[in-house]
């Protein structure tokens, strides 16, 4: 963003060049805020006897092919993480307190952080129900420096949600995203522009991001044992070894300098939801479930938006860091989350490499418009319409009463 005098003085015929130029020069600043076990930290909210005490949310005790959908950090220090058989979890923290994923919820308090990052900035790109990019750049005359401002959010996000963030400030997406990780919960690291090398060569190898399990066993086997062996092999060798994404990918990483971007810019109008696993889904059922959380993120922003959709995008990331995206436009919008979810299933079947472990899921729909807007009405109605009816008055009920909570079956992960 330009500086609004130099605006001003701009002569209206410079060269479209040197206009990019002048943007390229100007200094990017992004944070990126990431809620602390968030649905855990949501169950711990309403519920004041759970903190302090492990808190796993994906199902209870004895539900079949159910798994961890997240686990506080008391839950954490046992071993549990999220993607994780929930058997598994009972077998590590027996003593844990389980419960159903109520995602409705989840999204009403997703909505309200959003809200205050909106205040501190015209660009923020939500990327699931609990991350989002603020794009910061030429907003300090506004709100002071960058580094202010993120204690500030942190600050608000507490005061008014009871809910605590991590952020991470850097020169690039890619290195913001990994800053917020770097001290949870309620954490703060700022790398600036200029030091993002340095940061990375000071990192263990299993913090660079976007490398799955998979691939930090084959740096392993292949004698990588630090972000600084990477730095020292030539982007030649890389690719020889891993293959032309990955190599490349490990090689701009460990120098800071990827330019990775996330989710989509708000002028595309969509609404997209993602999510990063801790360890790679390789089970459809796992999967399935996972695709069905992220469209339920996706159609509660829509219904708080009042907007609908045609098109239906899913992005998928594999262990080996190969990404591929697919989409399809349907003769009517999206009707209601099954709807959406055969829609989704139809995609991902279309492009799963089965064998190959999932590494990011991301669901969108595209294009989105008011539902104000004429729609042509279907000649049959097969039942669609009825539910869509129903999930709208389950939102404003819950609009209207928080508290009372109502879930698709698939999301009790474990009933099926």
């Given at each position: 963003?330009?500086?609004?005098?130099?605006?001003?003085?701009?002569?209206?015929?410079?060269?479209?060049?040197?206009q990019?130029?002048i943007q390229?020069?100007?200094?990017?600043v992004?944070l990126?805020?990431d809620?602390?076990?968030f649905?855990a930290?949501?169950?711990q909210?309403?519920?004041?006897?759970y903190r302090?005490?492990?808190v796993i949310?994906g199902?209870?005790?004895g539900?079949r092919r159910a798994v961890?959908?997240t686990?506080?950090?008391?839950a954490r220090?046992?071993g549990?993480?999220?993607?994780?058989p929930?058997?598994?979890?009972?077998?590590?923290c027996?003593?844990?307190?389980?419960?159903?994923?109520?995602?409705?919820?989840?999204?009403?308090?997703?909505?309200?952080?959003m809200s205050i990052?909106?205040?501190y900035s015209p660009s923020v790109?939500?990327?699931?129900?609990?991350?989002?990019?603020i794009?910061?750049?030429?907003t300090?005359?506004?709100?002071g420096?960058?580094e202010n401002?993120?204690k500030?959010?942190?600050a608000?996000?507490?005061?008014?949600t009871?809910l605590s963030?991590s952020v991470?400030?850097?020169?690039?997406?890619?290195?913001?995203?990994?800053?917020?990780?770097?001290?949870k919960?309620?954490?703060?690291?700022?790398v600036r522009?200029?030091?993002?090398e340095s940061f990375?060569l000071?990192l263990?190898m299993?913090k660079?991001?976007?490398?799955?399990e998979?691939t930090?066993?084959?740096?392993?086997?292949?004698g990588?044992?630090?972000?600084?062996d990477i730095?020292?092999?030539s982007?030649k060798?890389?690719?020889?070894?891993f293959?032309?994404?990955?190599?490349k990918?490990?090689?701009d990483a460990?120098?800071g300098?990827n330019?990775?971007t996330?989710?989509?810019?708000?002028?595309n109008?969509?609404?997209?939801?993602e999510?990063?696993?801790?360890?790679?889904?390789?089970?459809r059922?796992?999967?399935?479930?996972?695709?069905m959380?992220?469209i339920?993120d996706?159609?509660?922003r829509m219904?708080k938006?009042n907007?609908r959709?045609?098109?239906v995008a899913?992005?998928i990331?594999?262990d080996?860091f190969?990404?591929v995206?697919?989409?399809?436009t349907?003769s009517?919008?999206?009707?209601?989350?099954d709807?959406?979810?055969q829609?989704?299933q139809?995609?991902?079947?279309k492009k799963w490499?089965?064998?190959k472990?999932v590494?990011l899921l991301?669901v969108?729909c595209?294009n989105v418009?008011?539902?104000?807007?004429?729609?042509?009405q279907?000649l049959f109605?097969?039942?669609d319409?009825?539910?869509?009816?129903?999930?709208?008055?389950?939102?404003?009920?819950?609009?209207k009463n928080?508290k009372?909570?109502i879930m698709k079956g698939?999301l009790?992960?474990?009933e099926s």
């Open positions: 963003m330009m500086d609004e005098d130099a605006e001003k003085k701009a002569p209206d015929n410079i060269p479209k060049a040197i990019k130029a390229k020069s100007i200094q990017k992004f990126h805020v809620l602390d076990a649905f930290s949501v169950e909210l309403d519920h004041p006897e302090g005490k492990p949310v199902g209870l005790p539900d961890v959908s686990a506080s950090y008391e220090k046992f549990v993480h999220s993607a994780m929930l058997a598994t979890a009972v077998k590590l027996p003593h844990a307190i389980y419960v159903r994923g109520r995602y409705e919820r989840y999204g009403e308090k997703s909505h309200e952080v990052f909106h205040q790109i939500q990327i699931s129900v609990d991350e989002a990019f794009d910061l750049t030429g300090e005359r506004l709100f420096k960058p401002v993120a500030k959010i942190k608000e996000v507490k005061e008014k009871g963030v991470g400030m850097a020169s690039t997406m890619y290195i913001a995203k990994i800053a917020s990780g770097y001290q919960p309620d954490g703060l690291t700022i522009a200029g030091d993002e990375m000071s263990p299993k660079i991001w976007g490398v799955g998979k930090q066993e084959r740096l392993m086997a292949a990588f044992r630090s972000t600084r730095y020292e092999k982007e060798l890389l690719i020889a070894m293959g032309n994404s990955m190599g990918f490990l090689y460990v120098r300098n330019s990775m996330f989710g989509g810019e708000p002028k109008h969509s609404i997209s939801s999510k990063t696993f801790e360890y790679d889904l390789t089970e059922y796992t999967i399935d479930t996972e695709i959380s992220l339920h996706v159609l509660y219904h938006e907007v959709s045609k098109t899913l992005k990331r594999y080996d190969t990404t995206s697919i989409q399809s349907g009517r919008p999206i009707m209601n989350a709807d959406m979810f829609r989704c139809e995609l991902f079947t490499e089965e064998g472990g590494r991301g969108s595209d418009e008011d539902k104000s807007s004429p729609v042509q279907e109605d097969f039942g319409a009825k539910k869509a009816k129903v999930e709208e008055t389950i939102y404003r009920m819950e609009d928080p009372l909570k698939r009790l992960l474990g």
